[in-house]
């Protein structure tokens, strides 16, 4: 018997203040993820990794979240985080939902990324041509690559250049599964 699901029991819409999530809820977000946070608050100057307590802080508001979304979806309602997510930095609890492995966290409105030489990730897909060629009319197929996602991660924070060049290896030999969408 084939069991279906309403989109509405599948899909939760979580919105943080002007912005909406869409979260598959299949899907666990908290399990076996650990983002490197990254502080990058203009009073310091540079970036550096962020201290213990804001890791923890951001860690356990997100299990807040993710606890609030799961027992309000289901029947269609939007569920809003506003008042969770009050005095935390949406740069950070953005970067959570979208899974990246490096999240951004200042505690002001503004940064210090200016001029800091960032490593861009870019996720994307492509298709083989050899797969298409039994289509009907594959000179109009485009086999180019497509970007759906990407992140950045200041240089200086990284050891070294091997630290760097892994990222894109490592995404390359995982499933990358995006249960979120910001818009």
Not at 13 to 39: A, E, K, M, N, W
Request: aromatic share 10%; net charge negative; glycine share 4%.
């Amino acid at each position: 018997m084939i069991q279906r699901a309403f989109l509405s029991e599948i899909v939760a819409v979580v919105q943080l203040f002007d912005d909406v999530i869409l979260l598959d809820t299949r899907h666990d977000p908290v399990g076996g993820y650990s983002p490197v946070f990254v502080d990058c608050s203009a009073s310091l100057g540079a970036p550096k990794l962020a201290d213990s307590s804001v890791c923890k802080t951001y860690l356990e508001a997100f299990r807040d979240m993710i606890r609030i979304i799961r027992e309000e979806t289901g029947d269609g309602r939007v569920v809003v985080l506003d008042s969770v997510c009050e005095g935390l930095c949406l740069t950070t609890i953005f970067g959570m939902f979208l899974q990246y492995p490096y999240v951004y966290y200042t505690n002001d409105s503004s940064n210090c990324l200016a001029g800091v030489d960032l490593f861009l990730v870019e996720l994307g897909s492509t298709v083989d041509r050899d797969y298409v060629k039994d289509f009907d009319d594959v000179t109009n197929y485009d086999v180019t690559a497509k970007v759906f996602t990407s992140f950045s991660v200041p240089v200086a924070l990284c050891s070294d250049e091997d630290q760097l060049r892994k990222i894109p290896f490592y995404l390359r030999h995982r499933t990358v599964n995006l249960n979120s969408v910001a818009m």
